[in-house]
Each structure stands twice: as C-alpha cells, then as structure tokens.
C-alpha cells in the first residue's frame, strides 16, 4: 500500500512569489492534515479536512494561505504572496479514523 | 508555559540500554496520547498511540500514561542503532476531530 505522498520535497522561491505543495493520501483515508514544522520549533496544526470539507482551520496563519481538497482526494496548500517566515516544513497527513495519523516525507520550504 | 513540554535531548545511550523519554503536558482534556519516531529529513512514524492512562507495549516498546500527573513516558528496551532519531510525543483530546498537539521532539543517538 502506498504512503502519503508529497510534492515537490523542495521548493526555494523568493518573497511575493507564490508556491503551491500537493499531497497525495493514503487511498480512502477520509481525513487528511496538513502540519508545518518552523525552524526550531515544534510542529504545528494547520488544518483538517474530511474528505473535500474543511472541519477545522483554525491553525491556518493567516489568509495568504488557501488549501484545498479536490473531490476528497490530493490536496493542494497554496501560499500566496509567499513570506520570509513561511520557510519551513509542511507535512500532510492521513487518517481512516483520526486517532493514529500517518505523514508524508514533508516539503521543505525556503523563502528567500 | 506550552501545552506540551519535552526534553530536545540529545540523548546519547549504548546500545542495549533501557531508553526512557518522557513528556508533560497541561491540558487535562487530552485522552489519546501517541510516540512517533523521525528520522532526518524523513516524516513522523507513529510508534504507538494509548487512550486514557496506562501501559501498551509493542515490541521492544512501551508506552506510559499518568494522567494524575499529566506526565507520558515511552521505554525502548535493548536499544539498537537504528533506534537512531527524534522522538516526539503528541496528544489531543476525545474526539477524532480534535487537534494534535505535538511536542519539540527529543533527539536519541544509540551508539554501537
């Protein structure tokens, strides 16, 4: 069975661009996750969909951040115009029930 | 003063000996409690997860719950070198729907 998978592993933009990270759950986990790990620091909830609604954003940063879940399948985190302290690691994560949670390898993320 | 509190570490043990980390936490609505394991630039692998207090074990693995204390601790028996990584606890609350929140992660390196 394949994992969650991630893309790109590694993007470096510079400020005001704009990136987009896809993830790709693990096939009919209703539930995916998206996390991002700042430098330093401990990783942190962004937000949570079940299958292609959104049950929980509240981790969102701020509105230059938009996620989205095609038909409860990928899901895309765009972030636009992109800032220095957006760098950092985003992983997603599925879940067929959402107690034990299964990541992705992550996207690191470097705004120059 | 953090949800969730947990020594960065490193720790730095021979192979073979017993491994004990631990976290704390404030939050008393937290029921589930889970140990994932990352190596570098690799995602978070859940180990175990536990509802409410008490033991599991799996493995060389297991896991403590204190709710009393507000305290979980994970023990690694006979420790190898590919026990090599960074521990992180995490917990949430009683419903699937409720946040996780992670600690900082504590690095072990298990030398041969």
């Known amino acids: 069975e394949a994992g969650v998978t991630q893309f790109p592993s590694h993007s470096v933009i510079e400020k005001g661009q704009t990136v987009t990270l896809r993830c790709d759950p693990i096939?009919?986990?209703?539930?995916l996750y998206w996390y991002r790990r700042v430098m330093g620091k401990e990783i942190k909830f962004l937000l949570h969909?079940?299958?292609?609604?959104?049950?929980?954003e509240s981790g969102m940063p701020n509105n230059r951040f938009l996620a989205e879940r095609t038909g409860g399948t990928y899901s895309t985190l765009k972030v636009q115009p992109a800032e220095l302290e957006d760098s950092g690691v985003y992983f997603c994560?599925?879940?067929?029930?959402?107690?034990?949670?299964?990541f992705g390898p992550g996207t690191r993320l470097t705004v120059t | 003063q953090k949800e969730v509190e947990q020594d960065p570490g490193p720790l730095s043990v021979p192979e073979g000996a017993i491994v004990s980390l631990n976290c704390t936490y404030s939050?008393?609505?937290?029921?589930?409690f889970m140990w994932y394991r990352q190596y570098s630039r690799k995602g978070p692998e859940l180990l175990m997860y536990?509802?409410?207090?008490g033991n599991k074990e799996d493995g060389r693995f297991t896991a403590q719950v204190d709710k009393s204390s507000k305290y979980i601790s994970l023990f690694i028996r006979d420790s190898q070198p590919s026990d090599s990584a960074t521990y992180l606890c995490a917990m949430s609350g009683v419903t699937s729907y409720d946040k996780v929140i992670f600690g900082p992660g504590t690095s072990l390196s298990v030398i041969p």
């Open positions: 536990t509802y409410s207090s």
């Open positions: 969909f079940v299958k292609e609604s959104k049950q929980d």
């Open positions: 939050n008393s609505a937290f029921q589930y």
């Open positions: 994560a599925s879940s067929p029930t959402g107690y034990e949670q299964y």
């Open positions: 096939s009919g986990h209703d539930n």
